[in-house]
T-cell receptor, first 109, second 114 residues
Framework: GQSLEQPSEVTAVEGAIVQINCTYQTSGFYGLSWYQQHDGGAPTFLSYNALDGLEETGRFSSFLSRSDSYGYLLLQELQMKDSASYFCAVVDAGNMLTFGGGTRLMVKP | EAQVTQNPRYLITVTGKKLTVTCSQNMNHEYMSWYRQDPGLGLRQIYYSMNVEVTDKGDVPEGYKVSRKEKRNFPLILESPSPNQTSLYFC?????????????FGNGTRLTVT
């Protein structure tokens, strides 16, 4: 089976940088995805890492270390609109996704 | 517009009264799935389907049924709803072939069972 751990809540100020960590235990790991969900909304895809290293998409970056079973989402130049929940999800050999419990990010002025 | 459409958005029902939540996607995706979301528990998979006429149990299938008679539709059926099925439900779809293909979610159905 799969299990993922991420912090339940993170608080940061506008303009700062925040890192949301995700550790996982899985059989047949293929990749790590990140999703964003605003209150009352549907989750939306942010990124996918299959190989070790950092993937950058604008203000958001995602990192993966397969040997450490660890990844993180890095949000730079935080804006109020980044206040949301962020979920990591493992993609396994069967192309299935298993989600972590989510990290609620609160951005303060 | 590429989208996943689920209905209804809100549903209040009583214990034991059968209900169906519909889900339809217009992206010709092979893979479709149902999740329930409860506070602190993230998104837990109920059932998924890799293609027409192929369905499999996810992590929390008890009390639910699904069917996949057509590629675009994947309804979720609660034959005899109970209060512990009160939750926020999401339908999602993705291309079944690429590991990096993103899940596209519907807008959710908030179900209350009294």
């Amino acid at each position: 089976g799969q299990s993922l751990e991420q912090p339940s809540e993170v608080t940061a100020v506008e303009g700062a940088i925040v890192q949301i960590n995700c550790t996982y235990q899985t059989s047949g790991f293929y990749g790590l995805s990140w999703y964003q969900q605003h209150d009352g909304g549907a989750p939306t895809f942010l990124s996918y890492n299959a190989l070790d290293g950092l993937e950058e998409t604008g203000r958001f970056s995602s990192f993966l270390s397969r040997s450490d079973s660890y990844g993180y989402l890095l949000l730079q130049e935080l804006q109020m609109k980044d206040s949301a929940s962020y979920f990591c999800a493992v993609v396994d050999a069967g192309n299935m996704l298993t989600f972590g419990g989510g990290t609620r990010l609160m951005v303060k002025p | 517009e590429a989208q996943v459409t689920q209905n209804p958005r809100y549903l209040i029902t009583v214990t034991g009264k059968k209900l169906t939540v519909t889900c339809s996607q217009n992206m010709n995706h092979e893979y479709m799935s149902w999740y329930r979301q409860d506070p602190g528990l993230g998104l837990r998979q109920i059932y998924y389907s890799m293609n027409v006429e192929v369905t499999d149990k996810g992590d929390v299938p008890e009390g639910y049924k699904v069917s996949r008679k057509e590629k675009r539709n994947f309804p979720l059926i609660l034959e005899s709803p109970s209060p512990n099925q009160t939750s926020l439900y999401f339908c999602a779809s993705r291309s079944g072939t690429a590991y990096n293909s993103p899940l596209h979610f519907g807008n959710g159905t908030r179900l209350t069972v009294t």
